[in-house]
């Protein structure tokens, strides 16, 4: 089974720019559609964007598109989040998820296997 480990995260300052990454081991990472969650203090995960299994398609949130790009490197195991034009209401922890999913892929449930989760923090 894949087990998932993100790194990237930090404060920076609005504007700026962050890329997480999420180390994938075990299983069959290119087998899996790929996504990006972050949940703030008090409030719900909620969907950031999506690369799909084989069809390596992404899909974003509206709040993130054109700033956030999501990429992978099946030789290296490794799902990136590249974040531009920061904004103080990016602020939350970033999880990265694998699930089987090629439909409904904004939903938490869809996704199977979950990281611990980075914090980014977004200063004004």
């Known amino acids: 089974q894949v087990q998932l480990v993100e790194s990237g995260g930090g404060l920076v300052q609005a504007g700026g720019s962050l890329r997480l990454s999420c180390a994938a081991s075990?299983?069959?990472?290119?087998?899996?559609?790929m996504g990006w969650f972050r949940q703030a203090p008090g409030k719900e995960r909620e969907f950031v964007g999506t690369?799909?299994?084989?069809?390596?398609?992404?899909y974003y949130a509206d709040s993130v598109k054109g700033r956030f790009t999501i990429s992978r490197d099946n030789a290296k195991n490794t799902l990136y989040l590249q974040m531009n034009n920061l904004k103080p209401e990016d602020t939350a922890v970033y999880y990265c998820?694998?699930?089987?999913?090629?439909?409904?892929?904004?939903?938490?449930?869809?996704?199977?296997?979950w990281g611990q989760g980075t914090q980014v923090t977004v200063s004004s």
């Open positions: 998820a694998a699930g089987t999913t090629t439909l409904l892929y904004t939903l938490p449930r869809k996704y199977n296997i």
């Open positions: 075990g299983g069959t990472f290119s087998s899996n559609t």
């Open positions: 690369i799909i299994r084989s069809s390596s398609t992404t």
